[in-house]
């Protein structure tokens, strides 16, 4: 019986393996890696034949690695890692000595967002110079990117034509009340929520989101103020003038005298990274969007930990 030829092996036929391992769904993994779960299913199946082996028991709720597959899963990944720190290693070489990258965000996700993403991005590239401009709504990042003033942007509120985007983190919205109420369930229902005046903020697209939201109730709510700042929402909601209704991450850090309570009914902004469709980005941009896309994951990661 002749032995199996490593050599015949695809490395597209190990990130499936990989990505069916990790969402032990092939319509996920298909979903993931943007092809077709024919193509999956075609390529494990290829796979499974090369090597002899089942890799996967499939069944009605998905699909999870044999023992032969569990054996076979790590060094799927180190192979796959290795070839991302060649690929890391040739970027630094051919021409990720230098350059810079231009990012605009709304204040939230500059805050809170990209401090982590610039710290991993210099790590690997300290060449490269990376810098943020703060603005407050999507129209003007939109503005700054079409007109080619900055390279990246952070949204949340719509998708404009164009640009391509892409999600990376799910930023739920909350109530905020002094803990000296001691509420005993953590969501509020609609008939607690208008017993207080409410706090929200003014700036446009985001009061936009919220009175639309609000406008569902069939209880009376009655928006009291509307702030610019957030840090303004937060010190009005201490001292007791009403409950604040704002993102969590733009509530960060939330204040020891605030306690967090969910809405009665989940309503979230999708915190997008956007960039001009089918424009000639520099190599430094480019790798400055892989960073982005490994946050993606790490915020899905951190979001499952906390649910």
């Not at 201490?238 to 309503?267: H, N």
């Amino acid at each position: 019986m002749s032995g199996i030829d490593p050599y015949k092996l695809k490395i597209s036929q190990l990130r499936i393996l990989v990505a069916v391992a990790d969402y032990q769904n092939f319509s996920e993994a298909a979903l993931h890696l943007e092809i077709s779960q024919s193509a999956v299913s075609h390529a494990i199946a290829t796979l499974e034949e090369q090597l002899g082996i089942i890799l996967f028991k499939r069944g009605r709720k998905g699909a999870d690695l044999t023992n032969a597959g569990e054996k076979l899963i790590l060094p799927a990944r180190e192979i796959l890692n290795l070839l991302q720190k060649m690929a890391t290693e040739a970027n630094r070489v051919k021409g990720l000595k230098g350059g810079n990258v231009r990012l605009v965000s709304f204040r939230s996700g500059a805050t809170h967002i990209l401090p982590t993403l610039i710290a991993q991005f210099r790590s690997q590239f300290p060449l490269i110079t990376v810098s943020v401009t703060e603005v407050e709504e999507d129209l003007e990042i939109e503005n700054l990117l079409r007109t080619g003033k900055a390279d990246i942007g952070l949204i949340h509120l719509f998708n404009p034509a164009g640009l391509e985007t892409w999600d990376i983190y799910h930023d739920e919205y909350v109530v905020l009340l002094p803990r000296s109420l001691n509420l005993s369930q953590k969501k509020l229902t609609w008939q607690q929520l208008a017993s207080y005046p409410l706090i929200i903020s003014s700036t446009g697209s985001c009061s936009t989101k919220i009175r639309k939201y609000l406008s569902g109730s069939e209880e009376s709510l009655n928006i009291a103020y509307e702030m610019r700042e957030d840090s303004t929402i937060l010190s009005m909601a201490i001292q007791g003038l009403g409950a604040a209704v704002v993102p969590e991450l733009a509530a960060q850090p939330i204040p020891s005298e605030l306690q967090v309570y969910s809405l009665p009914v989940p309503l979230e902004r999708i915190i997008k990274a956007a960039v001009v469709k089918d424009a000639l980005h520099t190599p430094a941009v480019f790798a400055f969007m892989d960073t982005l896309k490994s946050y993606k994951a790490i915020a899905n990661s951190t979001s499952q930990n906390k649910k």
